[in-house]
Structure formats: structure tokens, C-alpha cells
């Protein structure tokens, strides 16, 4: 198989638009291999499927793009991670948010 990544090495990345995106649930999801070579579709668990837009609009960009895919088969031919890391922050401490009192700052 041919090493395609230099191709894209540091390149600017590529605005795919704004999306928005449910974040109601705390995760950490790193590095989760979702396709691998000589398969085209991508695999994801159940409680990512909801983020399968933005993967879709990578999977079309990187076919599209002759630049990085001259023969068609880059999306083909590599590994897909996803990384999904979603955090919920309050002003509060989380001892007293989840005590129901409020502090004066």
C-alpha cells in the first residue's frame, strides 16, 4: 500500500462548515478506529451514530479532493479515527452545584 499521508502534512486544515451537534453526553472517545483499509464505509458504536454528519462530510471531502486522492483511493486505502471529547463546566464548583447551594463570588 502507498504511504499517502505526505501528501496532506502540514496542510491547513479545510473548513467543512458549522454543524451543530448534540453534547448532552459526557464522553471520551480517542483514536476510535471507525474504517480501516479496503473497507468504505465507516463503522461507529450506537452512541456516536449521532455524530455521523461530520464523518460523512469528511468522507466526502477527502474523495472529492484530487489534490490528496489523484486515483480515487485514499478514503479506500486508510485508517479513520474518530475522536469525540465532550466535557461539562459550570462557574461552580461541582461539591456545591450538586448541593443545590449557591455562592456569592
Known amino acids: 500500500m502507498?504511504?499517502?499521508?505526505?501528501?496532506i502534512y502540514g496542510a491547513a486544515p479545510v473548513?467543512?462548515?458549522?454543524?451543530?451537534?448534540?453534547t448532552?453526553?459526557?464522553?471520551?472517545?480517542?483514536?476510535?478506529?471507525?474504517?480501516m483499509p479496503g473497507q468504505f464505509m465507516p463503522k461507529l458504536p450506537a452512541n456516536l451514530k449521532k455524530?455521523?454528519?461530520i464523518v460523512d462530510?469528511?468522507?466526502?471531502d477527502v474523495i472529492d479532493d484530487d489534490t490528496i486522492n489523484p486515483k480515487g483511493?485514499?478514503?479506500?486505502?486508510?485508517?479513520?479515527?474518530?475522536?469525540?471529547?465532550?466535557t461539562h463546566v459550570t462557574p461552580m464548583p461541582p461539591a456545591i452545584a450538586l448541593?443545590?447551594?449557591?455562592?456569592?463570588?
Not at 473548513?15 to 448534540?22: I, N, P, R, S, T
Not at 448532552?24 to 480517542?30: A, G, H, K, R, V
Open 15 to 22: 473548513d467543512l462548515g458549522c454543524m451543530e451537534l448534540d
Open 51 to 53: 455524530y455521523e454528519r
Open 99 to 105: 448541593a443545590g447551594t449557591q455562592m456569592v463570588f
Open 73 to 86: 483511493r485514499r478514503w479506500t486505502e486508510s485508517y479513520v479515527y474518530l475522536s469525540v471529547k465532550i
Open 2 to 7: 502507498a504511504k499517502l499521508t505526505p501528501a
Open 24 to 35: 448532552s453526553e459526557m464522553m471520551f472517545w480517542l483514536y476510535l478506529p471507525i474504517k
Open 57 to 60: 462530510a469528511v468522507m466526502d
